[in-house]
């Protein structure tokens, strides 16, 4: 198969499948990834969740409710429990326009069978979420990679970024593993400024710093540039958004729409 994606380093502006391309399919499925790569998305964005018996499976909420017909928390789910769930039909409600007689039924996909799917090809993006909700949920993060092979012998990686909202979360890894890149997610409430002083210590562990589009301007993006910092804003969906952020200085984005970005990128 003949991958068209890149990576940060080979490439200026990432092109971001944000949770698979899921303005078209359902949110972290292997049909919304394969539609990322088909829409030639640069990384594979996938949020993880651990299950109660320490498995780390793509899913954006705490809860299986919003993306699947069950009910409840993950870390109360087995894996084997979570598996028997629906994780399609929800979709082909909610978008008509888009449902597909082959989303009905699908499975939530543990990290380990979406690297079995996708290979070595492919970029990931992955993110720890409530990783306070989940001891130990790094540790096994790092074991998956290294049975993947998706970071060499020395440790390094080409093809994975993990992204986090917790420094905390992102610091554990770090200290396991000093050479894996990582990217500080932010989400700000009003309309946000960063320091100096803040992307200096941000520097320190991270390549780059992703925060919510609607709350940052070009100002902000000047700064994170400045220090040399990756700039990844999500979730972008909007052409003129998209835009405005590659004229920023955006490296990157999170968009539901790969195609869009791709189109929006190519005029810029
Ligand atoms: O990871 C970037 C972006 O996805 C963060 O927001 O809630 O979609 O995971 P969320
Ligand atoms: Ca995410």
Known sequence: ENHSNSSIYEKKIVNVAHRGASGYAPEHTIPAYQLGEQMKGDYIEIDLQMTKDGKLIAMHDEKVDRTTNGTGLVKDLTLA????????????????????????????????????????????????????????????LLKVLKDYKMVDSKGRTKNVLIQSFSKESLLKVHDMNPKLPLVQLFSYKNQATISDK?????????????????????????MVRNHGLQFHPYTVNERADMKKALEWGATGLFTNYPDVFNEVIKEY
């Open 81 to 140: 429990e979570i598996k028997k769930l629906d994780a399609g039909s929800w979709f082909n409600e909610k978008y008509p326009q888009f449902a597909k007689t082959k989303y009905k039924g699908l499975v939530v996909p543990t990290l380990e069978e979406v690297f079995k799917k996708f290979g070595r090809q492919a970029n990931y993006y992955i993110e720890t979420k409530s990783p306070e909700v989940y001891p130990g949920m790094e540790k096994e």
């Open 198 to 222: 803040e992307l200096e210590s941000i520097k320190e562990y991270a390549i780059g710093v992703g925060p919510n589009f609607t709350k940052i301007d070009g100002q902000y993006v000047k």
